[in-house]
């Protein structure tokens, strides 16, 4: 990529910026809720209950997603990316929802998650091509980062058989990969960061 490329590639405005953080605060929280109420993750606070930094957690990790996607992926802003976009919240949301339901079953659930990845293989191949870079490490740094919380006595996974983590959750976040790009892309104008 060239400086005139980097100089042309669509910004992320602070507004933008704002709105993925309210996003990242709403969307994770509400999806993170479906996996405590159903007791598939217990905080150190105990079962059911939800620690009040939550919100700001998902809040960071999604600015720092649109952000990484923006520098290191190639995410491009369409007619359609904010359609894309609703659909794959209603996506992620049905894989939560199918991780919360059916955690205790791992096996069914990572089966599950597999057949929605191949159902979708040709919305993954655009996606990954295009950003292999941000594609991989969500894969890997998510699950990664839960197993250091883990570690570190924040939450727990009440059925995990791959370490300390679920052997479904990298498939969760591989079936989020569509949705951190198009809300990337959505992100995306053309001036400058303010």
């Given at each position: 990529?060239?400086?005139?490329?980097l100089?042309?590639?669509?910004?992320?405005?602070?507004?933008?910026?704002?709105?993925?953080?309210v996003?990242?605060?709403?969307?994770?929280s509400?999806?993170?809720?479906?996996h405590?109420?159903?007791?598939?993750?217990?905080y150190?606070?105990?079962?059911?209950?939800?620690?009040?930094?939550?919100?700001?957690e998902?809040?960071?990790?999604?600015?720092?997603?649109?952000i990484g996607?923006?520098?290191?992926g190639?995410?491009?802003?369409?007619?359609?990316?904010?359609?894309?976009?609703?659909g794959e919240?209603?996506?992620v949301?049905?894989?939560?929802?199918?991780t919360?339901?059916?955690?205790?079953?791992?096996?069914?659930?990572a089966?599950?998650?597999?057949a929605?990845?191949?159902?979708?293989?040709?919305?993954?191949?655009?996606?990954?091509?295009a950003?292999?870079?941000?594609?991989i490490a969500?894969?890997?740094?998510?699950?990664?980062?839960?197993?250091?919380l883990?570690?570190a006595?924040v939450?727990?996974y009440?059925?995990?058989?791959?370490?300390?983590?679920?052997?479904?959750?990298?498939?969760?976040?591989?079936?989020?990969?569509?949705?951190?790009v198009?809300?990337?892309?959505?992100?995306?104008?053309?001036?400058?960061?303010?």
């Amino acid at each position: 990529m060239t400086a005139r490329d980097l100089r042309e590639r669509p910004k992320l405005r602070a507004r933008s910026i704002a709105a993925v953080a309210v996003a990242g605060a709403v969307l994770g929280s509400a999806w993170d809720l479906l996996h405590v109420r159903t007791h598939t993750t217990i905080y150190s606070i105990g079962p059911g209950r939800m620690p009040w930094w939550v919100p700001v957690e998902f809040a960071l990790v999604y600015v720092a997603g649109v952000i990484g996607i923006a520098r290191l992926g190639a995410p491009s802003l369409d007619a359609r990316t904010r359609t894309r976009l609703v659909g794959e919240i209603a996506w992620v949301s049905v894989v939560y929802a199918t991780t919360a339901i059916g955690h205790r079953h791992e096996l069914l659930v990572a089966a599950i998650c597999i057949a929605g990845l191949i159902a979708r293989s040709r919305t993954l191949r655009t996606v990954a091509w295009a950003n292999p870079i941000p594609s991989i490490a969500l894969v890997i740094a998510g699950p990664a980062v839960e197993s250091i919380l883990i570690a570190a006595h924040v939450f727990r996974y009440t059925h995990a058989s791959l370490g300390n983590i679920p052997l479904w959750l990298p498939l969760l976040y591989a079936n989020a990969v569509p949705f951190a790009v198009r809300l990337a892309e959505s992100s995306l104008s053309s001036g400058e960061i303010t």
